[in-house]
């Protein structure tokens, strides 16, 4: 088990930048592929974007891509979300989680580790 904590969230103005950090504590956080998802009020949790194990691979969601970085350090047990060009449909909760057994997981259903979540608001 991996056990997680995201910190960065805050308020922006839509056109801004916010950086989210993952910190991870666990053996298998190297082995582990992460990812982030976000849940607005009234909506379900949605998949954000993904990183492998090794961070060869990224994957992300239509309504992010090219807006959105996602990045690790596995020296540091760290996990980043780059967000620039923030738009207010981007204000949610955002969640660091990790997977044990796949490359890039899209579905909540193969995480199996959450951390407590990040508000980022993006109003004028």
């Known amino acids: 088990q991996v056990q997680l904590a995201e910190s960065g969230g805050g308020l922006v103005q839509p056109g801004g930048s916010l950086r989210l950090s993952c910190a991870a504590s666990?053996?298998?956080?190297?082995?582990?592929?992460m990812g982030w998802f976000r849940q607005a009020p009234g909506n379900e949790q949605e998949f954000v974007a993904a990183?492998?194990?090794?961070?060869?691979?990224?994957a992300y969601a239509d309504s992010v891509k090219g807006r959105f970085t996602i990045s690790r350090d596995n020296a540091k047990n760290m996990v980043y979300l780059q967000m620039n060009s923030l738009k207010p449909e981007d204000t949610a909760v955002y969640y660091c989680?990790?997977?044990?057994?796949?490359?890039?997981?899209?579905?909540?259903?193969?995480?199996?580790?959450w951390g407590q979540g990040t508000q980022v608001t993006v109003s004028s």
């Open positions: 666990g053996r298998t956080f190297s082995t582990s592929s």
């Open positions: 990183i492998s194990q090794s961070g060869s691979k990224t």
């Open positions: 989680a990790a997977a044990l057994y796949f490359d890039i997981a899209y579905s909540r259903q193969n995480y199996g580790s």
